[in-house]
């Protein structure tokens, strides 16, 4: 099955500078790629995906990057505040006609603690 | 538009007992899944529901079961439960059963004493 690898666990950066978690991921049928962000009590939001027929996406500060011939993905998230402070985690599967509604296969996430 | 909602948020549970959790998708949405999460194992899939059937399972045992009704709505159930079945139990709701897309509730976190 697949296996999705996230680094690293914990990430500090200064507010204002950028951030960027990294994903491999073991299946390479795999064709969705969603980041999710939890925040302490809650359930994990998803903020941004991408699919295996685009290599980069961007909404406003966060953009995903992803390599099929590596099979790793990133998440890049530029001048950082406060509120990015959360645990974030990549998933990986297959969705589409062809392979019904694969699970979703998630890395084991990022702590990110922005320092004022 | 409401969220996925999930009920009770939070239950404490004796070793032996069962429970039964509930979760009501977004509205339009017809496809429900439920992950574990744990500290030690991240978050795992247990089972996905689309249109009252089971379409995935993931490799928890028989203890762990699910339905989902007509109105979409699902619940899970554990059955004699163990100590390691203390977690956060989170459902998701899909518009369908391909697309991907998975929006979370906040969980209902179950501790087992």
């Known amino acids: 099955g697949e296996n999705v690898e996230q680094h690293p666990s914990t990430l500090s950066v200064q507010e204002g500078d950028s951030a960027v978690i990294k994903c491999t991921y073991s299946?390479?049928?795999?064709?969705?790629f969603p980041w999710y962000k939890q925040e302490l009590g809650k359930g994990p939001q998803l903020i941004i995906d991408i699919r295996s027929n685009v290599g980069e996406k961007k909404d406003q500060r966060i953009a995903v990057t992803l390599n099929k011939t590596a099979k790793h993905f990133s998440l890049h998230i530029t001048e950082t505040q406060p509120e990015d402070s959360a645990v974030y985690f990549c998933?990986?599967?297959?969705?589409?006609?062809?392979?019904?509604?694969?699970?979703?296969?998630f890395g084991t996430g990022t702590r990110l603690t922005i320092i004022p | 538009k409401a969220g996925v909602t999930q009920t009770p948020r939070y239950l404490i549970k004796t070793r032996g007992q069962q429970v039964t959790l509930s979760c009501s998708p977004i509205s339009g949405h017809r496809s429900v899944s439920w992950y574990q999460q744990t500290p030690g194992q991240g978050l795992q899939f247990l089972f996905e529901y689309f249109s009252e059937t089971q379409r995935n399972k993931g490799n928890f045992p028989g203890r762990f079961s699910g339905r989902q009704f007509s109105n979409s709505r699902s619940e899970m159930n554990v059955s004699t439960l163990e100590l390691g079945d203390s977690a956060l139990y989170l459902c998701?709701?899909?518009?369908?059963?391909?697309?991907?897309?998975?929006?979370f509730g906040e969980g209902s976190r179950l501790t087992v004493l």
């Open positions: 299946d390479s049928a795999s064709n969705y």
């Open positions: 998701a709701s899909s518009r369908s059963s391909n697309t991907g897309e998975l929006f």
């Open positions: 998933a990986a599967s297959k969705s589409g006609s062809n392979f019904g509604n694969e699970k979703l296969t």
